[in-house]
């Protein structure tokens, strides 16, 4: 057993017995196993106090077992002999006591956890209370008067009242250890019996924000969980300070923190592989530096969401245009098909200010035409999920006559160069492939989910930080940083 434990169920018994718990206290003691000579000593001392002198005789021998030097247990088992009147076993028990005391006038058990003083004068004295059950009175008066050599000072009436009883053949009553006296465990160590939490709460007495301006000792400066005060200098820094995160980032090590999108951390510091050291939530971490957004940048407007007075996007938003488009070509052979490109890209791209925009209304019944910043309003208001869709009408003027209006193929075309039409991508150039180097969960449906090592067609460049893609017959947009580009050059499907 471990001492730990052991101490534990010594002070539990030790308490049962003060509160005079006889059966709970031996129970405690009992439990535990290979009991030193100091707990089979109080069990000797429970039973006597429970008057089972025979249970406690057991206890006192096995006490004698464990420690055969402990003359506090022969001089205790000395007294149970007696009361069994097995007068030569108490007799043998009181000189086996006074050997031990090794010609000390006492030995104070105090240091073992016994408050009690064993002299030699009290075992001589019990001593001859045998001596006179067994007849012997001339011994019992002998042994009185080598008890009066080692009496300590004032206790000499005492003595003298004996050798008056032993004169006259009366008997003695021997002396014991008192029964509610009992060795107990080291305070100290029933004090630490309690785990302790010697540091206390942590308190914050200096940041770890390395251009915080704050640092010392008073006052102390408690910090909330994942938010910090730099200095206003470090907000204006686009390397350190506040910024926004853009998508959530889930990296791919378990142990490092998840970070959801519009979270606002605080960077440290970027290196030149792409990646920016910062805190978020009071832990350290690595996050691609192209799904971060300065702080100081969050002024600008953002549309609102359909059903929202003014609320914010974390994400660029998808706008999906179809196409109606006329030209007026040269009569005669139809141009092949890269003049027709070159010729779209140039005419389209001067009439695109002339182009007439529409937005189907919110009950459904007609469309509405786009003529000043109040109808650009009402469109944002039908921005759902991310995704607005609009009708674009660019009529463009060629030499020659009509060749015919070719709505169908011109929509796919122009979309192949400038738009991202909502039903078909079959005319969509790749413009390059990238290889997946983290897997990405669709935060909307305008994302493009796709697992780690799949090959990513690119189809546009929505900003800096997002692309327009195409994987596995599906296409969305997603973070720039979890894909890096290929060696294949642009394609045209």
């Known amino acids: 057993m471990a001492y730990r434990e052991l101490v534990r169920r010594w002070h539990e018994a030790v308490r049962a017995a003060d509160r005079g718990h006889w059966d709970a206290a031996l129970d405690a003691f009992g439990g535990i196993a290979e009991p030193p000579a100091r707990i089979c000593f109080n069990m000797g001392c429970v039973q006597l106090l429970a008057g089972r002198p025979e249970a406690a005789l057991r206890a006192f021998n096995k006490t004698i077992e464990r420690d055969n030097s402990l003359a ?69 008066r002998v042994t009185l008067e080598k008890a009066v050599v080692w009496r300590p000072e004032r206790r000499t009436a005492v003595l003298e009242l004996a050798l008056e009883r032993v004169q006259d053949h009366l008997f003695l009553e021997p002396m014991l250890v008192p029964l509610g006296e009992l060795f107990r465990p080291r305070k100290k160590e029933v004090e630490q019996l309690d785990s302790k939490d010697f540091l206390g709460k942590p308190k914050v007495i200096s940041s770890i924000i390395p251009n915080d301006e704050y640092i010392g000792f008073e006052p102390l400066r408690p910090q909330k969980q994942g938010f910090y005060e730099p200095s206003a200098d470090a907000l204006r820094d686009a390397e350190s300070g506040y910024h926004r995160v853009l998508s959530r980032y889930r990296p791919e090590e378990p142990s490092a923190p998840e970070v959801a999108a519009g979270s606002l951390v605080f960077v440290l510091g970027r290196a030149a592989d792409g990646w920016a050291t910062a805190i978020h939530d009071g832990q350290k971490l690595h996050i691609p530096s192209s799904l971060l957004e300065p702080a100081s940048r969050m002024d600008k407007w953002v549309p609102p969401r359909r059903g929202e007075a003014s609320a914010g996007t974390d994400r660029p938003a998808v706008l999906r245009l179809r196409c109606e488009c006329s030209l007026l070509l040269q009569a005669g052979e139809a141009p092949a098909l890269p003049a027709l490109r070159a010729l779209l890209r140039d005419r389209l791209a001067q009439q695109a200010q002339r182009g007439t925009l529409s937005y189907r209304l919110l009950d459904g019944t007609e ?6 910043q109040e109808d650009l309003g009402k469109v944002w208001q039908q921005l759902t999920e991310g995704k607005l869709t609009l009708c674009c009408q660019v009529r463009g003027l060629g030499q020659g006559l009509c060749w015919a209006p070719v709505s169908a193929l011109l929509c796919d075309l122009y979309a192949a ?31 493009l989910e796709f ?43």
């Not at 069994?84 to 104070?108: C, G, Q, V």
Request: hydrophobic content about 40%; some cysteine.
């Open 451 to 493: 697992s780690k090592g799949d090959v990513l067609d690119i189809l546009s460049e929505v900003n800096e930080d997002w692309l327009e893609g195409r994987c596995n017959g599906k296409t969305g947009i997603f973070p720039k940083c979890f894909a890096t580009q290929t060696s294949c050059g642009a394609a045209f499907l």
């Open 417 to 447: 160069f400038f738009l991202q039409d909502s039903d078909s991508h079959s005319g969509r150039p790749v413009l390059y492939q990238m290889l997946a180097q983290h897997s990405y969960l669709a935060q909307g449906p305008g994302d």
């Open 367 to 372: 469309l509405g035409t786009v003529l000043g």
């Open 72 to 140: 506090v247990g022969y001089f205790q088992r000395g007294f149970v002999h007696l009361q069994l009147e097995m007068y030569e076993e108490a007799l043998s028990d009181y000189h086996m006591a006074f050997s031990h005391l090794r010609e000390n006038p006492f030995i104070d058990y105090k240091q073992l956890g016994l408050r009690h003083i064993l002299y030699a004068w009290e075992v001589l004295y019990s001593t001859a209370a045998v001596q006179c059950h067994l007849q012997q009175w001339q011994e019992a």
